[in-house]
T-cell receptor
């Protein structure tokens, strides 16, 4: 079966760094997405990885290891507005997105 | 103006009623999707359409139907609503490019009593 695992909730301090992990098992693989979703709002795209390695985009970076079925999202210099859920999703062989349940990130002052 | 719009934004209905959720997009994308989101669960795909003549069932299509009236419009219907269809419903669109990034509408919060 297809499965995405990520922690349910994480807490971090304003100004700090946090890493949100995601492991995936899919029938075929065509890339890994990270989305941000504030409570009651629509998900918005953060990053896409299809090759192994780190992609950096400002305060956010995303890493992929295809051989391990593993990705992480790294958030630096945390701000209160980063409090949100972070959704990991893998694109399978049929180009369908398989979604994780999301990680709720709580930022404390 | 928003690129992907959904109407209504909130709806309360009774068991057995037929309701329609509508989605419109101005992004010019061929691909459109309907998802539902429940607390503690990931987004689950209900139906998707890769162009006007192409409609496909997703993971949880039972109890739902769709209509792709035009490239820009994709409607979701609940033929006879039941309480476990209470959820947040999202419409999304994507281009046909390699990355397949999906753009989401603001969501419709549906409550079935």
């Amino acid at each position: 079966g297809q499965n995405i695992d990520q922690p349910t909730e994480m807490t971090a301090t304003e100004g700090a760094i946090v890493q949100i992990n995601c492991t995936y098992q899919t029938s075929g693989f065509n890339g890994l997405f990270w989305y941000q979703q504030h409570a009651g709002e629509a998900p918005t795209f953060l990053s896409y990885n299809v090759l192994d390695g780190l992609e950096e985009k400002g305060r956010f970076s995303s890493f992929l290891s295809r051989s391990k079925g593993y990705s992480y999202l790294l958030l630096k210099e945390l701000q209160m507005k980063d409090s949100a859920s972070y959704l990991c999703a893998a694109l399978d062989s049929n180009y369908q997105l398989i979604w994780g349940a999301g990680t709720k990130l709580i930022i404390k002052p | 103006d928003a690129d992907v719009t959904q109407t209504p934004r909130n709806r309360i209905t009774k068991t057995g009623k037929r309701i329609m959720l509508e989605c419109s997009q101005t992004k010019g994308h061929d691909r459109m999707y309907w998802y539902r989101q429940d607390p503690g669960l990931g987004l689950r795909l209900i139906y998707y359409s890769f162009d006007v003549k192409d409609i496909n069932k997703g993971e949880i299509s039972d109890g739902y139907s769709v209509s792709r009236q035009a490239q820009a419009k994709f409607s979701l219907s609940l033929e006879s609503a039941i309480p476990n269809q209470t959820a947040l419903y999202f419409c999304a669109t994507s281009d046909t490019g390699e990355i397949n990034e999906q753009f989401f509408g603001p969501g419709t919060r549906l409550t079935v009593l």
